[in-house]
């Protein structure tokens, strides 16, 4: 069973270092398919679109992301293009909870990572993808959203009322 992973939340330091790359002859290695499967589980539970390795307190070059399709883990992503379009749309995270703000971002983009076998892919985004994209890459730099964003603004928690 794919375990729940803790949140680590702003103001941790560790949310603010830069991530290691994984050496490609290791990412197939057992250890690295626990992990995914555990963020991928951790980003569905927390109804998170993306989550990157440092979110659950590991500095590595690993996030997990919920596509269409389904939710796929990238090892070492780079981004190797992107469009000249930039659109300014909400944003929020697990790790700065409660919290929203409008970033500005690349509205397609076309990236490089290994898959979870530890081969060479591209993946080409656009709108909510990319935008989920360059939030979780810019987390492997230790970037949050509210270092880029205008109109933060907190939200109260929803509480019942009966
Ligand atoms: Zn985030």
Same mark, same amino acid.
């Given at each position: ?36 499967? #555990?963020?991928?589980? &951790? =980003?569905? *539970?927390?109804?998170?679109? $993306? +989550?990157? @390795? ?5 500095? /590595? ?53 290994? #898959?979870?076998?530890? &081969? =060479?892919? *591209?993946?080409?985004?656009? $709108? +909510?993808? @990319? ?5 979780? /890459? ?25």
């Amino acid at each position: 069973m794919p375990k729940l992973l803790k949140i680590y939340t702003n103001p941790d330091p560790l949310l603010r270092k830069r991530s290691q790359e994984i050496k490609t002859e290791i990412i197939s290695q057992k250890k690295y398919k626990l992990l995914c499967d #555990d963020m991928v589980n &951790t =980003m569905l *539970k927390k109804d998170g679109v $993306g +989550l990157a @390795a440092p979110q659950i307190g590991k500095n /590595i070059r690993l996030i997990a992301i919920n596509l269409k399709n389904g939710p796929i883990c990238l090892f070492n992503p780079v981004i190797t293009k992107k469009s000249w379009r930039q659109e300014w749309g909400e944003e929020g995270c697990l790790s700065v909870p409660l919290v929203y703000g409008k970033v500005k971002r690349h509205v397609r983009t076309l990236c490089e990572y290994f #898959d979870e076998t530890g &081969t =060479m892919k *591209k993946l080409e985004a656009n $709108g +909510l993808m @990319a935008r989920v994209l360059q939030h979780e /890459i810019d987390h492997l730099d230790g970037v949050l959203f509210i270092d880029k964003a205008k109109g933060v603004h907190r939200v109260e928690p929803i509480s019942m009322q009966i």
